[in-house]
T-cell receptor
Framework: DAGVIQSPRHEVTEMGQEVTLRCKPISGHNSLFWYRQTMMRGLELLIYFNNNVPIDDSGMPEDRFSAKMPNASFSTLKIQPSEPRDSAVYFC???????????????????????FGPGTRLTVL | DQQVKQNSPSLSVQEGRISILNCDYTNSMFDYFLWYKKYPAEGPTFLISISSIKDKNEDGRFTVFLNKSAKHLSLHIVPSQPGDSAVYFCAASEYGGSQGNLIFGKGTKLSVKP
């Protein structure tokens, strides 16, 4: 399996521009998560989807941020307009919604274990 | 209000010795705990996990211990290797196996010196 795929890996843009980050979750996973990592705040959950439906977007910092999941294999995180304080590494993660094959629900690896992509490093000048 | 705390930002250990990374939590509803390892310029990688019905889970050189009464878990790496140098994140879930988000600590940077 290719794992979670994110693009672009690096993005440099100027303040006020629109930025779109993309994520392809692991095939068969039914939950998708967007995180932001900064030195000051660590790893913050922005929003997550179950079966393509947004469940919790309370971590989205403000209306400039929006996320969509039009189908089970694709999600976008958009920032418009971007600001220098949005500079961070943005991670996408997915979870399977079921235990690994051969393991029961109470086995060591649970259905809500998340698997991360490589991240997008965003720099807003 | 940090529900998952990793109080040591960094840890330095000699190759071949034991590394012990600690994590404390405040939410008694957490029932699943995970450790992730993160190298620079990469995403966090799932390492090992433990359900609250267990107090120990072992996978090769990595062992996670859970002390529910103290709301404390630890990751032991024995023996430590230079390739283990990374940032380690502790995470927790309260969703009983159904889908939901994880709560992460801020990480501990482990340096294993040859």
């Amino acid at each position: 399996d290719a794992g979670v795929i994110q693009s672009p890996r690096h993005e440099v843009t100027e303040m006020g521009q629109e930025v779109t980050l993309r994520c392809k979750p692991i095939s068969g996973h039914n939950s998708l998560f967007w995180y932001r990592q900064t030195m000051m705040r660590g790893l913050e959950l922005l929003i997550y989807f179950n079966n393509n439906v947004p469940i919790d977007d309370s971590g989205m910092p403000e209306d400039r941020f929006s996320a969509k999941m039009p189908n089970a294999s694709f999600s976008t995180l958009k920032i418009q307009p971007s600001e220098p304080r949005d500079s961070a590494v943005y991670f996408c993660a997915s979870s399977p919604g079921r235990p690994p094959p051969g393991q029961g629900a109470q086995g060591p690896i649970r259905a809500d274990t998340q698997y991360f992509g490589p991240g997008t490093r965003l720099t807003v000048l | 209000d940090q529900q998952v705390k990793q109080n040591s930002p960094s840890l330095s250990v000699q190759e071949g010795r034991i590394s012990i990374l600690n994590c404390d939590y405040t939410n008694s509803m957490f029932d699943y705990f995970l450790w992730y390892k993160k190298y620079p310029a990469e995403g966090p990688t799932f390492l090992i996990s433990i359900s609250s019905i267990k107090d120990k889970n072992e996978d090769g050189r990595f062992t996670v211990f859970l002390n529910k009464s103290a709301k404390h878990l630890s990751l032991h790496i024995v023996p430590s290797q230079p390739g283990d140098s990374a940032v380690y994140f502790c995470a927790a879930s309260e969703y009983g196996g159904s889908q939901g988000n994880l709560i992460f600590g801020k990480g501990t940077k482990l340096s294993v010196k040859p």
